[in-house]
């Protein structure tokens, strides 16, 4: 019983084979999916993601505008967006954040983009799902100053930042989740980290089709293999690869109220 609870197949690689993607999942052992249903509008994921949403009853979405696109972010693409967070299998606002590796929207438009849409999500009573990268002391900032008195925060996505990082967002009430990057080989520092994350905060992902994990890397990644994030933290915590799975699971519902 696991929960892929990040994943974009809606990315234009598993165009010819979504659902044997999913199905593969399924079997092993994958219950439930998070879509995110991106405003990604070169390969329009808004509505491919949706089309999953729609046509699967495990696979649950969320929208919002990643800082990469800030700078494409205006009112018309605003107003799609609050559309598509009425449906009921919305259940979370994003992937939405900062990323000051790759700067793809200046840092100004990052940060404004990021605040409306932490008005927006807050509107509609959704948690956060956040991306983070080299933006750890404006992102916390801005969390303590605009997302403050939430039931329901929501969650450091693909988790690979500081352990002052990983702290400040557990004591904002945020999940962690990590994604097949805590199983590569030179990364254990954030297995260190991921050692020390409270049980009841933990999540797990693919994030893909990135960052497929060992022994899969360098391939496209897919849902089934959060099976693998799974097991390096099971050995990591000492607790059967079964119980992360029914841990994370049990996260999973109750930040996004699902039965």
Known sequence: MFVDSHCHVDFHSYAD?????????RAAGVEMFLEICGGDLERDSLTVGMELVEGNSDVFGAVGVHPHDAKAYNEALEERIIAIAGHPKIVAWGEIGLD????????????????????????????????????DDDMVALLREHWTGVARPGIFHCFSG???????????????????NVTFKKAQDLRDIAKDVPLDRLLI???????????????????????????????????????????????????????
């Open 100 to 135: 000051y590796y790759y700067d793809n929207s200046p840092r100004d438009v990052q940060q404004r983009v990021f605040i409306r849409q932490m008005e927006l999500a807050r509107e509609h009573n959704l948690p956060l799902i956040l991306h983070i990268r080299d933006a």
């Open 17 to 25: 084979e979504r659902p044997a993607v999913l199905d593969r999942a």
């Open 162 to 180: 500081s352990r002052p990082l990983m702290e400040a967002g557990i004591e904002l009430g945020f999940h962690i989740s990590f994604s097949g």
């Open 205 to 259: 992902e693919t994030d893909c089709p990135f960052l497929s994990p060992e022994p899969f890397r360098g391939k496209r990644n897919e849902p089934a293999r959060v099976v693998e994030v799974a097991r390096c933290l099971s050995g990591l915590r000492d607790l059967p690869m079964e119980e992360i799975g029914r841990i994370t699971t049990a996260n999973f519902k109750r930040l996004f109220e699902l039965a």
